[in-house]
């Protein structure tokens, strides 16, 4: 048993785990409690902390193999499975990603492959803004009529990189812009619309905004229409949670669960945060530790 305290950011998800230090090596079973929050809550924060980018790869690496962003021009120089997202320039250059994923996607839903987890490390806060926004795809699902659980139970949507709803690439709000020779390395992949989570089983809508462009078997209108009509439904106010940053404030997010979104800030206002995203694994379907009977939120 670990002394930690947990505190929910909502009524529906996401929890606060108080009393982490990632600057000191995390017991076995410290980070069992943590894991366990994070598969039961779908996000979880740890607050203030003071680490160095090992540290925040260490820690990163407890969940599974973190992979480096296809968009390597902002990779961490002390670690590439860092990358730095920030609108501070220095000399006139960015020292990081500016704008990325300001509409709601998930992380990796354009690799056969994808993102088990994402966590964000907040070194600049702006004074205004800069929330991320979750929503949650479990409850989304679970809230669709029988009927529609039903039409989408077989259906496989086709993913590649990129925001279906912006392709403009001057906009804000387009997926991050990759050079010809990163766009090279996307293939078109598929995934479930209604998909089992990889570690609780549970049925999540997945990906229905962001990377997801056609439907296998259907016209592109056609699915257009439904991938919209999904989208609209699971980005609700209801199901959503906004995360507000502190200075040293780490969120971490499971990719399978949820959509997430950045939002927009003045781009004058430094922020700067460090990015790490862990794969899903083969081991997925069999973590018993994970599964054990829950914790009483708030012990
Ligand atoms: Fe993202």
Known sequence: MSSYSYTPLSSGFGIEVGGVDLSKPLADGEFQSIERAFYDHQVLALRAQDITPAQFVAFARRFGPPQPHVID???HPEDSNILILSNVKKDGQPTGLQDAGSYFHTDYSYLAVPARMTTLYSRVVPKVGGDTLFANQQAAYDDLSAAMKQRIAPLVAIHHYGNRNDQDEQSRTVASVLTEEQKAKMPLITHRIARPHPVTGRTCLYAVSGSSFGIVGMP????REL???????STQAKYQLRFKYGPGDIVVWDNAALLHSATLIDPNDARTLWRITVLETSAD???PDVLAPTFATGM
């Open 227 to 233: 991938l919209d009509e999904l989208a609209a439904h």
């Open 73 to 75: 021009q902002f990779h």
């Open 220 to 223: 592109d209108d056609e699915a």
């Open 285 to 287: 379907a069999v973590a």
